[in-house]
């Protein structure tokens, strides 16, 4: 399931052949939205926006296409007039006049004007995106501390979308380790620094992630990492996949447990369940 850094790095493939670009053809694959092709056609992409897995397709005359991937659903971007040989069914598909981006599978489609997007009812309940308009580290300290968070559990609250959108399973891991704090931690259980190491790492983390293309060691450790075999994970993350290998920190162990039904990975030692 790909994570807020994932889609993101797809949204910047979708606008490089995009933005700036007339929209000569689109079709929508949904007779309910067919209409709209006749408001979109002729106008310019201006700006890409993911909002955790949602993806904003911003148009110069203040429309906008709301899409969620969901579990199936795939952009891929070609030569225009060269389809991808697939068996996916086409809902979606943007014509420049040199490329063509295509959405394949995804069922969840919608046009909004851009002053009512907000209400849309998934992107009304989403916290702030950390990569397409990123918040301020003290903006999420601030979060953290609010009402509605601030009694539950880290490992539980960095799953809620509504928290923070785009962090999922193996960036909450990441970031909890990165910032020193015990997944079953309270949020208001954290000391002020604690609170803003927590939140400036959430930051760093998926922004690493992102620049990356999924890694979130620091270069001087993935290099050292790619050198061990292993599996996949094991090459990418601080503790993410490595139970029972050593911490990068220290001498402990990583442990791996289950929280909101996902596995989760952290160090016993660098995460104390106590606090400072
Ligand atoms: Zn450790």
Known sequence: MPEGPEIRRAADRIAAVL??????EIAFAFPELQRFGKLLRGATVTEVETRGKAMLTHFDNDWVIYSHNQLYGIWKIARRGK?????RSLRLALHTASHSA?????????????????????LARLGPDLLSRPPQWQEIATRLDEREFRGRALGALYLDQGFLAGVGNYLRSEILYCARVHPARRAQTLS????????????????????????????????????ESGAFERRRFFVFGRDGHQCYRCDDVIRRG???????????????DSGP
Request: proline content about 8%; glycine content about 6%.
């Open 83 to 87: 389809l991808p040989a697939t068996r």
């Open 19 to 24: 933005i700036n670009e007339p929209i000569e």
């Open 102 to 122: 295509l959405l394949y599978s995804a069922s969840d489609i919608s046009v909004w004007p851009r002053d009512e997007i907000g209400m849309h009812p998934f």
């Open 192 to 227: 002020r620094a604690e609170r803003g190491r927590l939140a400036r790492e959430s930051l760093a983390v998926t922004r690493r992630s992102y620049d990356t293309g999924g890694i979130t060691l620091p270069p001087r450790l993935a290099a050292q990492a790619r050198r």
């Open 258 to 272: 289950s929280m909101g039904s996902r596995r989760i990975y952290w160090c016993p030692t660098c995460q104390s």
